[in-house]
C-alpha cells in the first residue's frame, strides 16, 4: 500500500473507531498524543530506539465494576482495505505486531508528562489503570460482520507485566452499533446502561446505571440496558448469540437475576431471532420462569419485514 494509501486508511479507521466509541458513550476523548519513547528495548525498523510512540485515543473514566478506580484506556486503531486475510496465521501474525506495539505505547505513556496531566485533571480516584484496546476494523462491507476474535484467541503474544488488552474488531463493532442504533430508535435516545453485579465494587448504594459502557461491557457478547418509554422502564437485554433453546433460556435467567425489583417489562434481543418460526420456542421457555410476574419479549435486532408480524 502507498504512503498516501495508508495515510487514508488510517484516518478512516480512526475516524470509524472515534465515532463508534463516541456512540457507546466514550465522550472528550484525547486524540493522537505523541509520546516520547523512554525505553531502550523499544526498536525500529532501523534497530535504533524508537523516538517516539502515536497514542491514538486516550479515554479515562471511572470503573463502575470496581470501587475508587480509574481506567486509562489507550486505543490503537488499526484499519485494512481490503477485509481480515483469509490466512489465520496472518491474523495472527499481525495481531502479535499490533499488540507489541500498543505494549509499547502504554509503557511510555504512563511516564508522559501530558498523560498524567490528563489524569490529574481528571481527578483520579486511588487506583489508576492503564489498559489497552486495539481497534481492528476493514472496509469489506461484503464480510463486515466477520468474528476474527476466535483467531486471535489461539495468539500468544509475548507481552511484559500485568496490562489488560481488549480487542474491538468489525464483528463486534457492527454488533455494538447494532445495539446503539436498536436502543437509540425504541427509546428516542432516553435509556441507560445497566452495571450487573460483578467485579469487586461493594458500594450497595451505587447507582447500576450509567450513560457509557465500560470496557468489559464493550467486549461481552451481552449488553445490558434500561429504557424508558413513556414514564416506564424496560430491561432490554442485547445478545450476540445465535437464538435456540438453550440460549433463549440462559438469557431469560440472565434478565431476571440482573433486572430483579427493577422492572416489569423484559426485551431480549437476539440477531437472528424469527417471530414466524421461534415464537413457540420462546412460550415453552417462558414455562420454565412462570413463577416469576415479568412480562418476557424476545425480538431481533437485525430489523426485517418479519418484525411485522
Not at 525500529?44 to 530506539?49: E, F, R, T
Not at 503474544?157 to 480487542?167: E, F, H, M, R
Not at 448469540?241 to 426485551?267: H, P, Q, R, W
Request: net charge negative; proline share 3%; hydrophobic share 35%.
Amino acid at each position: 500500500m502507498s504512503g498516501e494509501n495508508s495515510k487514508n486508511s488510517g484516518e478512516i479507521g480512526e475516524k470509524i473507531a472515534s465515532t463508534l466509541l463516541e456512540k457507546v458513550g466514550w465522550k472528550h476523548q484525547i486524540q493522537n498524543i505523541s509520546i516520547s519513547c523512554n525505553n531502550s528495548n523499544h526498536i525500529n525498523d532501523s534497530g535504533n530506539q524508537k523516538k517516539s510512540h502515536g497514542d491514538d485515543i486516550v479515554y479515562i473514566y471511572d470503573n463502575p465494576f470496581h470501587d475508587e478506580t480509574t481506567i486509562v484506556a489507550h486505543v490503537s486503531v488499526k484499519h485494512n482495505w481490503d477485509g481480515y486475510s483469509d490466512l489465520e496465521s496472518v491474523i495472527r501474525k499481525k495481531f502479535n505486531n499490533d499488540i507489541k506495539e500498543l505494549e509499547q505505547i502504554i509503557q511510555c505513556a504512563q511516564y508522559n508528562s501530558e498523560i498524567n496531566s490528563l489524569i490529574e485533571s481528571y481527578e483520579a480516584k486511588i487506583n489508576v489503570k492503564h489498559i489497552g484496546v486495539l481497534v481492528w476494523l476493514h472496509n469489506n462491507k461484503d464480510n463486515i460482520d466477520r468474528n476474527i476474535l476466535p483467531i486471535i484467541a489461539k495468539s500468544k503474544p509475548s507481552l511484559d507485566g500485568d496490562t489488560p488488552y481488549y480487542v474491538i474488531d468489525s464483528g463486534r463493532a457492527s454488533f455494538l452499533l447494532r445495539v446503539i442504533n436498536d436502543l437509540s430508535n425504541k427509546s428516542n435516545g432516553n435509556y441507560q446502561f445497566y452495571y450487573p453485579k460483578i467485579g469487586t465494587s461493594i458500594l450497595v448504594d451505587s447507582d447500576r446505571k450509567g450513560n457509557f459502557l465500560p470496557i468489559e461491557l464493550i467486549s461481552s457478547d451481552i449488553i445490558t440496558a434500561v429504557v424508558n418509554v413513556d414514564g416506564k422502564n424496560k430491561f432490554y437485554l442485547y445478545s450476540r448469540e445465535v437464538f435456540n433453546d438453550l440460549t433463549c433460556k440462559n438469557m431469560m435467567a440472565y434478565t431476571l437475576n440482573f433486572s430483579a425489583g427493577l422492572v416489569n417489562e423484559i426485551c431480549i434481543g437476539f440477531p437472528d431471532y424469527n417471530p414466524t418460526q421461534d415464537s413457540n420456542i420462546v412460550n415453552r421457555v417462558n414455562l420454565s420462569f412462570k413463577e416469576r410476574s415479568e412480562r418476557i419479549q424476545v425480538f431481533s435486532y437485525k430489523e426485517s419485514i418479519l418484525d411485522l408480524f
